[in-house]
C-alpha cells in the first residue's frame, strides 16, 4: 500500500510541472476557478483557506500531543517542519510570481500576496498533516481529505496560488507524509 501512496506522490509533483512548463493551462485553470466565485462562496473559502496556516496546523499538532502522546505529536511536527524548509527551498531555486502579480483582474480574498509562489505551503503542510493524522483516526479520513483538497482549492480561489503551485505542494507533502510514515513503519518491525 506504501508503494502507491508513494507513486501517488510522484505522480501529482510529475502534473504539477507539466502544468508548471505549460503556463497557457495553469492560467486557464487558474482564471476558471478563481472566476467562480459568489459571495455565499467567499464566506466559506477564506476561513478555510485560513485552516492551512501555520497556526491553525499547530494547534491541530498540539491536539495530537493531547490525544495520542508526544511521539506522535514529534512525528507530526517534523512532517510539517519538513514540508516547510522543502517548499521555501523550492521557491527559492525556482521563483514563481503569484497570480496577483501577473493579473491585474482576479479575485482576491484576504492580503494580496506578491512573493514567490511555487509551491503552495498551504497545500504542502495540510497534505504532509492529513497523511499522518488519517491514519491516526481513520473514522475521520474522509473528512480530512476533503479538507485537504478545500484547503487546496482555496489557495485558487482566494488568488493566492496558481493550480501547479497548489498541486505540487499537495504532492510534496502527501509524499513527505508517506515516505516517513514508510520509513517508521519499517523501523517499528525491525524493533519488533
Known amino acids: 500500500m506504501k508503494r502507491e501512496k508513494i507513486l501517488l506522490g510522484i505522480g501529482l509533483l510529475a ?16 482564471y476558471h476557478i478563481n472566476g ?40 507530526l511536527v517534523l512532517i510539517l517542519i519538513s514540508a516547510g524548509i522543502l517548499v521555501q527551498v523550492i521557491k527559492y ?13 482576479i479575485h482576491i480574498l484576504g492580503p494580496v500576496l506578491r512573493a514567490q509562489s511555487f509551491p503552495s505551503g498551504h497545500a504542502a503542510s495540510t497534505f504532509g498533516l492529513v497523511s499522518f ?7 475521520l479520513q474522509t473528512l480530512l481529505w476533503i479538507l485537504a483538497i478545500l484547503i487546496g482549492l482555496s489557495r485558487v480561489y482566494v488568488g493566492a496560488h496558481f493550480p501547479a503551485d ?15 510514515l514508510s520509513v517508521w513503519e519499517h523501523r517499528e518491525k525491525d524493533v519488533v
Request: proline letters at 7%.
Open 15 to 30: 502534473l504539477a510541472v507539466v502544468i508548471q512548463l505549460l503556463p497557457t493551462i495553469n492560467r486557464f485553470l487558474f
Open 36 to 75: 467562480f466565485h459568489f459571495r455565499w462562496l467567499d464566506t466559506i473559502m477564506l476561513p478555510i483557506t485560513y485552516c492551512g496556516d501555520g497556526t491553525v496546523l499547530s494547534i491541530v499538532a498540539l491536539g495530537l500531543w493531547r490525544l495520542r502522546g508526544g511521539k506522535k505529536f514529534l512525528r
Open 93 to 105: 531555486f525556482f521563483p514563481a510570481p503569484r497570480p496577483s502579480v501577473v493579473f491585474s483582474d
Open 133 to 139: 493524522v488519517s491514519g491516526e483516526f481513520p473514522k
Open 166 to 180: 497548489v498541486i505540487f505542494g499537495a504532492g510534496l507533502g502527501y509524499l513527505l507524509g508517506n515516505i516517513y
